[in-house]
């Protein structure tokens, strides 16, 4: 089982940067594909980034490619996501996952899920 605990969320301008972290508990973390995913209000969750535990292969959403990155510390259990050039569409609430598997971007594959963390654009 993985508990996940999101930080780094806050309030920043347009063209800023922000970096999350998900801190994981237990010790197979390194064995997981993670990702984050976001909500925005009256919308559908959606799929950002995610990397896999073998080779750490990473996927992005066409919106955030090029101005996102995602990482991942196996050795801290943490993963990251460094936030660049921020839009005000990118205001959500970000949630970080652990499962992942053939689908990585589906929701459907993750089994684990932090509580989330607000980032809000301002223009």
């Known amino acids: 089982q993985v508990q996940l605990v999101e930080s780094g969320g806050g309030l920043v301008q347009a063209g800023g940067s922000l970096r999350l972290s998900c801190a994981a508990s237990?010790?197979?973390?390194?064995?997981?594909?993670m990702g984050w995913f976001r909500q925005a209000p009256g919308k559908e969750r959606e799929f950002v980034a995610a990397?896999?535990?073998?080779?750490?292969?990473?996927h992005y959403a066409d919106s955030v490619k090029g101005r996102f990155t995602i990482s991942r510390d196996n050795a801290k259990n943490t993963l990251y996501l460094q936030m660049n050039s921020l839009k005000p569409e990118d205001t959500a609430v970000y949630y970080c996952?652990?499962?992942?598997?053939?689908?990585?971007?589906?929701?459907?594959?993750?089994?684990?899920w932090g509580q989330g963390t607000q980032v809000t654009v301002s223009s």
């Open positions: 237990g010790r197979t973390f390194s064995r997981y594909d």
């Open positions: 996952a652990a499962g992942g598997g053939t689908y990585p971007r589906s929701l459907l594959g993750y089994g684990y």
């Open positions: 990397i896999t535990w073998i080779g750490g292969v990473t």
